[in-house]
């Protein structure tokens, strides 16, 4: 992919996230692209929705809060599927076209992993939700189960309790481990 190519997709990301959070002084941190480079159009709506639905100063003190864990990146990926799971809910109604984006990025997230290989709880949470997405019944252990359960927030809770079941999921099934020497409680 060329310079020029490659600049084109990260304006087409911003405008996806823009347009779903119908803030264009929205600056967002976090886009994400295809495996050929193209900016993937439902996670960047979730992305801008997300902003748009819900606090976001203080999704990213929560997320600076991960930061301080040597286990930060599975953390956040739990709660992106948590607020994957919530936002879509939010928006299905105002949005067709949605059901269908997810239904897509989920058959292509599903067909990335070979049934076989070792894989660890996170992605089994995650192909466990994606198979939920396209109303299939999976079969997962009962803490995959548990964990799931807990972690598909529904469309009518706000911020601050999206964080606290997010502190709920860590302190229950995670061992929070400090990264630094500096410990600071996340403010919900």
């Not at 040597?70 to 949605?98: F, H, M, S, V």
């Not at 660890?120 to 949470?125: A, F, L, R």
């Not at 997962?140 to 548990?146: A, E, I, Q």
Request: aromatic content about 14%; some cysteine.
């Amino acid at each position: 992919m060329s310079m020029k190519e490659d600049s084109n997709e990260i304006r087409r990301a911003c405008n996806i996230i823009w347009n779903a959070s119908s803030d264009y002084s929205f600056s967002p941190e976090i886009k994400v692209y295809d495996k050929n480079g193209k900016a993937d159009i439902y996670l960047n709506y979730i992305i801008g929705a997300v902003h748009k639905y819900y606090n976001y100063s203080l999704l990213k003190n929560f997320f600076d809060y991960l930061k301080q864990d040597t286990g930060q990146i599975p953390l956040e990926e739990l709660t992106w599927i948590g607020l994957e799971n919530c936002t879509y809910k939010k928006g299905k109604d105002k949005r067709l076209a949605l059901e269908s984006l997810r239904r897509e990025y989920s058959k292509n997230f599903l067909d990335k992993y070979d049934s076989s290989s070792v894989i660890d709880i996170i992605d089994e949470i995650k192909i466990a939700h994606f198979k939920r997405a396209l109303g299939e019944r999976p079969k997962m252990t009962k803490m995959v189960s548990n964990i799931l359960n807990d972690l598909e927030f529904d469309e009518y809770m706000n911020t601050e309790q999206i964080i606290f079941r997010m502190n709920e999921i860590i302190k229950v099934y995670f061992q929070y481990k400090y990264a630094s020497s500096k410990r600071k409680k996340c403010k919900k």
